[in-house]
Every structure is written in C-alpha cells, then in structure tokens.
C-alpha cells in the first residue's frame, strides 16, 4: 500500500511540474518570446539573456558558428574587436543586485526554468559547488544554464572578492530556495590548499542537506556546460555508482610539488626548501582538480580517518587539488573507487568531468603529439580560453562541462553555447509533450 502511495505521489508530483511548464511557457509565448513553426512543431526561444532584444551578440550567426563556417567565425571575431561591442555585452554587478531585489521578477525575465522537466531529472538531483572570486556575469549565466528546482549549489566566494560582487552573488542566490553561500569562506590563493579547503567547506554543507542528491561535482565561475541536465543526469546514471576523474601515477615532473614543504605566506608561495617530513600516507596520484563523484565518496573524505591523514599531509604541498581527489580514488573502500593497479588509470580525457585544451597538447591532426586542434581563443597559464571557433569541436565530446570560458575573451562562444543548450531544453519539453500526452501551447495545427 506504502508503494501505490508512493507512486501516486510521483506521478501527481510530475502532472503538478507539468501544468506549472505549461503556464511558464504560455507566458513566454504571451510576451512573444516563443515562435511556433506550424508544419514542422518546432519551438524556437529567440530571447536570452540580459537586455534580451538589444543583445549585441545577436549579431552573429550561432547556428552558422556551430556548424564550423568559416563566414561566420571571421564576423564573429570582427565583431568582437569592436569596442562599442565590447563596452556593450558587460553587465555591471549592480545590475543583478537591483534586478533579483523582486524575485518572482527576477526569475521570470531572466528565464530560470524553475520547474523539474521530467521525472527522470525529479529523481536524481544533484549537488554543485561553484567556487568563485570575479565575473558576476559568467556566473550568472552559468547558475542560469544549470539551474534545476530538485538540484542543489553551494556558493563559495574568495574572501579578497569585491564586496559589489559578493552582494551580487548573495542578491541572486537568496532568490532561489536550493542556491546558498557557503558559511565558511576561504582566502583563494591560486594553486594553494585552500582550493581544496574551499570544495571541503561546501562538500560538508551539502552532505548535511537534506536534498537526496546523488552526485557531487565541483565547478568555477569559468566553466560551462556542454550538455542539458537531463543528459548530465543520464551520463551521471551511466556511471552506475563509479567517480569519474583522473588519476595517474604521479609524472616525474610534478614531483617536486610534494616533495617539499609550500606555505603561503602574505598571500604569496613560500619556500626554503625544506623537504617534506615522512612518507606520503598512500601511493600519490595526479589529476584534475574537477570531479563527478558520489554521495559515499563525499562521505569518506569527511569520515574516513585514513582520508583525514592524507588531507593533513598534502596542506603544505603545491598545487594539492591535482593531487588529493586522484589519491582518494585509488584508496580502496572509498565508495565509487578504482584499485590503484595502472590497469584503471585514467587521463582527462576519457574522465567526463571537465574537458580542458593545454596549449602544450595542441597541434594540427597530422602532429603525433597533438590531443587536440589549436585554440581558437588565447591562452592564460597555458590552457585555452575557449574562442567560437572552438564550439564545434567542444560539442564533439562526452564531457559534462569545458574550462575555460571568458565574456571579456569572447562573449560570443558563451552566448552560441547558452543558446544551444536552451533550444535542446525546449526540444526535451516538446518530446515530454508526446511523451505524456499534454500539448504545450502553440503546437497544435
């Protein structure tokens, strides 16, 4: 009997998320953000993002851009070396404060679908950290692209922060029930333990939640996604309980990053060159400080006192977020691990995480050296700060999210990916409307 209730609970709880889609989207036809092709059903949303109806990017051709044409990537990159297209597409911090002061507002204009769009996504949610320092604007539209009613995101802002974009961040996060700030913020120093510290801080927050999410992963206000949620959550349930980051010996010229004691002091690396004392706790591994993990994997790195050892040791060594998650997945009886045998070792691109261009990796097809094609954007500390002429190649890969994006590099490769991702959003609401048999309004003939 407890089952039939159950299951008539899910199914009334999805008819409710179904009407309430209904109402949003006849909304946004009401305010003509929506047009309806009458022979073939398609939807197309032609508004997005801020000041949608003078958006300057609308100046390109993101379906063109997309498709690799060579046209429309030249306009595009004429484009944006204009400085009144430049001075155009930034968004003041202000702006979000004053908009997200009217929520229901804020919420609707900016289009948040704040609606489950399936059962499927319903029942699996998912746990975000986003760890951030500046660019309201990316973040923003990051939150906006990922947001899901049943998921929930913990915000962590750099301390050093500007106080306009800490208020901005906090406007927008207290509109929405499942984004909140983390309690505990760390000084960010780049490559410093408090990288790691900061995802720990958000890690136990979202452990304590009462959200029934599945999976953990970790993001930066530079990311963006390369899939819908629905496919986020189908990959993540592909995975059938297993991480997915990577993890390989530690290479010999890295070495040096845990073989002596680092300290931050006055917010700048220090050392003497004092070599660490003792042995490592466990066989090191490298990595990427990106991961999809599970619940029980979050469980151990805050419970299991082997974890707690690791963790302790590697708080004066370089760069330790390469290093602590790809140990952790070798330990075994960690939940979602791999044994530390080279058989199950794993580089960044075959983990789903994060899909990220070194510039030493690059280079023409025909180079036996090269994982990938050249940058379409430029380089800042040697990876690629994606271009448009990058998005077609991005859009090749299995990976859930690419670093790194950047409005002030090029706004236009955020803006075609935004928009890409939303009309498949609207395509997965039109195969639901069959799916369950109610017509979204505008598709009939």
């Known amino acids: 009997m407890r089952m039939i209730l159950t299951r008539r609970a899910g199914r009334l709880s999805f008819k409710l998320a179904a009407l309430m889609a209904t109402l949003f989207i006849s909304y946004l036809i009401g305010t003509g953000n929506w047009k309806a092709n009458s022979s073939s059903k398609t939807l197309n949303f032609t508004q997005l993002g801020y000041d949608d109806e003078n958006r300057p990017e609308?100046?390109?051709?993101?379906?063109?851009?997309?498709?690799?044409?060579?046209?429309?990537?030249?306009?595009?990159?004429?484009?944006?070396?204009?400085?009144?297209?430049?001075?155009?597409v930034q968004v003041p911090d202000q702006f979000y404060v004053n908009a997200s002061k009217d929520c229901m507002k804020y919420r609707t204009s900016r289009k948040y679908l704040t609606f489950p769009l399936s059962q499927e996504e319903e029942d699996f949610p998912i746990a975000y950290s986003i760890v951030l320092h500046h660019k309201m604007q990316s973040f923003e539209r990051l939150l906006r692209t990922i947001y899901a009613p049943q998921n929930v995101y913990c915000i962590h802002v750099d301390r050093k922060a500007a106080p306009s974009f800490f208020a901005a961040v906090s406007s927008v996060a207290s509109c929405f029930p499942n984004v909140f700030l983390v309690s505990r913020r760390e000084y960010m120093i780049y490559?410093?333990?408090?990288?790691?510290?900061?995802?720990?801080?958000?890690?136990?927050?979202?452990?304590?939640?009462?959200?029934?999410?599945?999976?953990?992963?970790?993001?930066?206000?530079?990311?963006?996604?390369?899939?819908?949620?629905?496919?986020?959550?189908r990959a993540l349930r592909a995975l059938d309980g297993r991480n997915s980051l990577g993890s390989i010996p530690m290479p010999w010229d890295k070495k040096w990053r845990t073989e002596k004691v680092f300290k931050v002091v006055k917010g700048k690396w220090n050392t003497n060159g004092t070599k660490k004392t003792g042995q490592p706790p466990f066989k090191l591994f490298s990595g990427n400080a990106y991961i999809i993990v599970t619940r029980g994997f979050i469980q151990s790195v805050l419970e299991d006192r082997r974890i707690q050892v690791l963790l302790e040791w590697a708080k004066d060594t370089f760069d330790a977020e390469e290093m602590v998650w790809a140990t952790i997945q070798r330990i075994p009886g960690v939940h979602g691990s791999t044994w530390p045998h080279s058989k199950y070792d794993i580089g960044d691109q075959h983990a789903i995480a994060r899909l990220v261009k070194w510039a030493w990796h690059e280079g023409n097809p025909t180079s036996k050296n090269a994982a990938y094609p050249p940058c379409q954007g430029v380089h800042v500390r040697g990876v690629c700060v994606y271009g448009a002429g990058d998005l077609q190649w991005l859009l090749t890969h299995r990976h859930l999210f690419a670093n790194k994006f950047d409005i002030n590099t090029d706004p236009i490769a955020i803006y075609c990916l935004e928009k890409y991702l939303r009309q498949k959003v609207l395509d997965q609401l039109r195969e639901m409307n069959g799916e369950y048999g109610w017509e979204l309004p505008g598709t009939s003939q």
Do not use: H
């Open 58 to 88: 609308k100046a390109c051709n993101c379906q063109a851009i997309l498709k690799g044409d060579r046209e429309a990537l030249a306009e595009a990159k004429l484009l944006n070396l204009g400085k009144t297209f430049r001075k155009q």
């Open 191 to 233: 490559n410093g333990w408090s990288r790691v510290q900061a995802d720990l801080n958000c890690m136990a927050e979202l452990n304590a939640s009462s959200v029934p999410w599945k999976y953990f992963l970790n993001l930066c206000g530079q990311d963006f996604p390369l899939k819908t949620n629905l496919e986020i959550v």
